[in-house]
Every structure is written in structure tokens, then in C-alpha cells.
């Protein structure tokens, strides 16, 4: 007879201690493919679950948020005064919007703003970025620290901490006065934290040995930075600057507290496109002329993601073709 032993009491058939009495014989079989079929249906099927809940969740998550989008722009093409009547496609309100001077002045304001305070918080924070990085650890961690407090901090602290800044500097100074530059200065402290947080992660992620290599190679510590570091951490640099961009022409709290006359207000406050709304709302109802300006906005924004995204796969597709051939 033969039998097939289990190793479950821990000894083998030719272990001399076993006896006969003690062993213990079980008999097993293979399942049989019906089934492995029959005991896998459960688990696919509660995987089918998950999935269809996932997709239904993601879909409900987007129809939340571009819905109001598209019919602010499907609204953006008829007179109506009142959102849901449809008087007739027409570009009436592209037409009246670019006469209107109030909006273009805000329009102006809101521009000039927005790419100069994208434009210095990209540098200073890709620099900062750059120096905390190379810093020694506990250096590192205390500005990393700093940094992350004005993501966290409510705007309008931020906004009521540059006013008592402004004021203080003006007390000591003998002369105090809110402008262009206490605005700029504003949007700084607010996009430059999110520039750096873009930046950090290609640093990360970036091949140290590529700088000591271009050292080697007889590379200044300049150039090194300017022909290795940054193509490297370019998309991280490009992130930053739209975020701050986004940032800039969406902000309110800091650019009512900093603001001051000059640009193209003339000796009037500063009017951007947040401020002008804001300010059109508290007397009269919305101007139908801004559903046009937002879906404008809209679609700057989108071309511009559009375009950061084709970017970044094509360097992602020549790396992994670099990678490639090196092996």
C-alpha cells in the first residue's frame, strides 16, 4: 500500500523515531480546474465591484467640476442677461468685452501682475530650492520647515501680516504708501512657497553624478547648473511657474489688502480681475461679459496644461530612449 504522508507531524517516511502508530497518513487531491474556476468567481466579481465604484466615482468627480465650466462657456455665446435663456448664437459679448475699458484695464493689471510675480517667485524659488537642497541636514530641514508654513497658512493671515509689515516698515521709514510694489511683493510671499514645492521633487529625483560629472569634465560649478541642473529640473521649473501664474490671477484676499494706485489704474487702486468682479457684484448683477472672459481664461489655462503635458512626455519618451541605448 502506498500512502502519501503529510509533513505535518515534522518527520519524514525514513525517519527511524516514527513509528507506525504515530504517523500520520492524509490523503490529498488537486483541485480539479472547475474548481479553481468556481472559487475565483467571488473574487472577481468583488474586483468588478471595486473597479465600477472607482470609475463611477472618477466620472461624478469630473462632471462636478467641468460641468459649471461648460455651460459658462455654452452661455458664453448668446446676449442673454440671465444664465439658462438662449437668445441665439452670437459673439456679442467677446465684442463688448474687448470695448469695455474697465475690463481691459483689469484684464492689463491682472497680466502685468501675474507673469511678473510668476516670473521672480520662479527664480527664487528654483534657486532656493537648488541651495536647500545642497544645504547641510539641519539647515535643510529648518527651511524646509519655514517654507511649507505659507502653503498651510490661511491667505487672509497672510494678507493682515504683509499690511502690519508695510505699515511698521512705513513708521520707521517716515513715509508709507500701498503700490505696485507692496502688491508684487505680496504675490510673491504667496507663489514663490508653491515654486520650490514643484521644484524639490527633481532634485529628488535627478541623478546626483550628473553634476560631479560635468565638474570632472571641466564644467564651472555655473555651468554645470546651467547645462546639467536645469534642463534635469525643467518640468518641475515650468510647474511652478503655471502654478504661480494660476495663483496670481485667482487670488483676492492678498491683492485687496497690498494693492495701491499705479499701472494701468493711474492714481486710482490697482483693479484686477478679482477686485473688479468683486467689486461689480456688491452694486449690480454679474456682467454677462465676463462668461466670456472666464471661458478665455479657461482656455489660455488649458492650452497652456495641454502644452506642459505634450512637453513632458516627449522629454520622458527621449530619456527612456537615452537610457536605451546606453545599455
Same mark, same amino acid.
Given at each position: ?18 513509528? $507506525? ?39 461624478? #468627480? /469630473?462632471?462636478?467640476?467641468? #460641468? ?12 442673454? *442677461? ?8 452670437? %459673439?456679442?459679448?467677446?465684442?463688448? #468685452? ?21 516670473? /521672480? ?15 547641510? +541636514?539641519?539647515?535643510?530641514? *529648518?527651511?524646509? %520647515? ?13 494678507? /493682515? ?59 564651472? +560649478? ?29 487670488? %483676492? ?21 478679482? $477686485? ?11 456682467? +454677462?461679459?465676463?462668461?466670456? #472672459? ?34
Amino acid at each position: 500500500m502506498v500512502n502519501e504522508i503529510t509533513e505535518t507531524s515534522g518527520k519524514t517516511p525514513m525517519d527511524p523515531s516514527m513509528n $507506525t502508530s504515530d504517523s500520520e497518513v492524509v490523503v490529498t487531491k488537486a483541485p480539479t480546474p472547475r474548481q479553481l474556476k468556481a472559487a475565483a468567481k467571488p473574487r472577481k466579481s468583488h474586483l468588478l465591484a471595486w473597479q465600477i465604484f472607482a470609475q463611477c466615482y472618477i466620472w461624478i #468627480l /469630473l462632471i462636478l467640476m467641468y #460641468l459649471p465650466v461648460l455651460l459658462l462657456m455654452i452661455y458664453s455665446f448668446t446676449n442673454s *442677461t440671465n444664465l439658462g435663456d438662449w437668445n441665439g448664437f452670437t %459673439f456679442e459679448l467677446y465684442s463688448s #468685452l474687448f470695448h469695455d475699458q474697465e475690463v481691459q484695464i483689469a484684464v492689463g493689471n491682472t497680466v502685468i501682475i501675474a507673469v511678473s510675480a510668476a516670473l /521672480l517667485s520662479t527664480v527664487i524659488g528654483t534657486l532656493g530650492a537648488i541651495g536647500v537642497f545642497e544645504s547641510k +541636514p539641519w539647515f535643510k530641514k *529648518t527651511l524646509e %520647515f519655514s517654507t511649507q508654513i505659507p502653503v498651510v497658512n490661511p491667505e487672509i493671515v497672510i494678507a /493682515l501680516s504683509l499690511i502690519v509689515m508695510f505699515v511698521f516698515i512705513g513708521s520707521v521709514s517716515g513715509h508709507f504708501s500701498l503700490s505696485y510694489w507692496t502688491l508684487l511683493a505680496g504675490h510673491l510671499v504667496l507663489c514663490t512657497p508653491f515654486v520650490y514645492l514643484s521644484v524639490k521633487p527633481k532634485l529628488i529625483q535627478m541623478d546626483p553624478a550628473l553634476y560631479e560629472a560635468a565638474l570632472d569634465l571641466g564644467c564651472t +560649478p555655473r555651468q554645470a547648473l546651467r547645462k546639467v541642473v536645469f534642463p534635469e529640473i525643467l518640468p518641475g521649473i515650468l510647474g511652478g511657474f503655471l502654478i504661480a501664474i494660476t495663483l496670481s490671477l485667482d487670488d %483676492f484676499i492678498v491683492t485687496a489688502f497690498t494693492r495701491g494706485p499705479g499701472l494701468l489704474s493711474g492714481n486710482s487702486d490697482i483693479e484686477t480681475i478679482s $477686485t473688479y468682479v468683486e467689486g461689480i457684484i456688491k452694486k449690480h448683477p454679474l456682467p +454677462p461679459e465676463l462668461r466670456a #472672459l472666464a471661458t478665455l481664461i479657461f482656455l489660455l489655462v488649458l492650452a497652456l496644461v495641454i502644452g506642459m503635458t505634450i512637453y513632458q512626455n516627449v522629454k520622458a519618451k527621449q530619456g527612456k530612449k537615452r537610457k536605451g541605448r546606453q545599455y
